[in-house]
C-alpha cells in the first residue's frame, strides 16, 4: 500500500513543515519513506511544493507522476498541480485563497477555507494544518495518531507551537466529517 502526495503553495505557508509532518509520521509508523522538497528563486512569497511518498513496501521511484493526493494552499499550486492528480484521488484546497475553474469531476475535491479558518483559531500561518486535517481521513498509513506523534516530535524546541497546530487538525477533521 502507498500513499503518494503533493503538498504546494507560497513560500512562507509551511509547505516544507507540512510535508516534513507527513514524514515524521511516516517514519513513526515504521514506513518506507521519500520527501522530497523543492523551493522557488524566493524565499518568502515563491512558489514552494513537496512531495511525500509513505509505503509498507520498498518504494522504488522518488517521481510522483500522478499523486494519490495532494493539498495546495494558492491558486497558481492548484492551476499547477490539480492535472497530476490521479482519477479516484483527493485534492484539498485553501478555498481562501484559490477559487476554482477547471473543476476535474474523476477526483475528490475538498474545498475548505483554511485561512479563515486558521483566523478563527488566531493564528493565519497554521492553514496548513487545517489542509492537513482535511486529508488525513483521505490517507491509507498515516493517521490522526501518528500525525500528534510527529508534532510532539517536530515541536520540542517551541512547545508553545504544538498545542495550535493540533487544534488546526482537529479543526480540518471536523470540516469534512461535517
Known amino acids: 500500500m502507498m500513499d503518494k502526495v503533493i503538498l504546494a503553495g507560497f513560500g512562507g505557508q509551511g509547505v516544507m513543515f507540512l510535508g516534513k509532518v507527513l514524514a515524521y509520521a511516516g517514519m513513526g509508523a515504521d514506513l ?4 522530497i522538497p523543492s523551493y522557488g528563486p524566493e ?5 514552494a511544493n513537496c512531495s511525500v511518498i509513505l509505503s509498507d513496501e520498498e ?8 499523486a494519490d493526493a495532494a493539498i495546495v494552499l494558492n491558486k497558481p499550486a492548484y492551476d499547477k498541480f490539480a492535472p497530476r492528480i490521479k482519477s479516484g484521488g483527493v485534492l484539498v484546497v485553501n478555498s481562501s485563497l484559490a477559487k476554482l475553474d477547471n ?5 475528490k475535491i475538498i474545498e475548505i477555507p483554511a485561512t479563515d479558518i486558521a483566523n478563527e483559531i ?20 498515516v493517521d490522526l495518531e501518528k500525525v500528534e506523534k510527529a508534532m510532539n516530535e517536530l515541536t520540542k524546541k517551541k512547545p508553545e507551537l504544538l498545542e495550535g497546530n493540533l487544534t488546526a487538525i482537529q479543526k480540518g477533521i471536523s470540516f469534512v466529517k461535517a
Open 103 to 107: 473543476v476535474r469531476d474523476d477526483i
Open 32 to 35: 518506507e519513506l521519500c520527501w
Open 43 to 47: 524565499m518568502r512569497g515563491g512558489t
Open 122 to 141: 488566531g493564528n493565519t500561518s497554521i492553514a496548513n494544518m487545517v489542509c492537513l486535517g482535511a486529508l488525513l481521513p483521505n490517507l491509507k498509513l
Open 59 to 66: 518504494i522504488y521511484s522518488h517521481v510522483i507522476d500522478y
